[in-house]
């Protein structure tokens, strides 16, 4: 089995700066991608920012310049630094890992974390 456990998030005013940082553990052997997504009350869950194991980055506009995401391969974790913070980017965040589980099979498994709650306020 494969966990994925969120922690970083916490209350912060428009225009500070958090941390959210995602650990895997479990039966992996390469983690291809990871990445964060995000849901409000009310709205879907979308994605937030990805990484791949070789660093290329994707981005939704509406964090663009102030978000960045970062991965430490030997660790099996990746980051994702929060600045400049808006009251629209309160939302519960799910970091999000797709691997492979063994050597000799190359079977991709998407796996989810339990999310973390980010709130944005004054």
């Known amino acids: 089995q494969v966990q994925l456990v969120e922690s970083g998030g916490g209350l912060v005013q428009p225009g500070g700066s958090l941390r959210l940082s995602c650990a895997a553990s479990?039966?992996?052997?390469?983690?291809?991608?990871m990445g964060w997504y995000r849901q409000a009350p009310g709205k879907q869950r979308d994605l937030v920012a990805t990484?791949?194991?070789?660093?290329?980055?994707n981005y939704v506009d509406s964090v663009k310049g102030r978000f960045t995401i970062s991965r430490d391969n030997a660790k099996n974790t990746v980051s994702l630094q929060m600045n400049s913070l808006k009251p629209e980017d309160t939302a519960v965040y799910y970091c999000?890992?797709?691997?492979?589980?063994?050597?000799?099979?190359?079977?991709?498994?998407?796996?989810w974390g339990q999310g973390t709650q980010v709130t944005v306020s004054s």
């Open positions: 999000y890992a797709r691997l492979t589980r063994s050597s000799s099979n190359w079977r991709e498994y998407d796996y």
């Open positions: 479990g039966t992996i052997f390469s983690i291809n991608d």
């Open positions: 990484i791949s194991r070789r660093g290329s980055t």
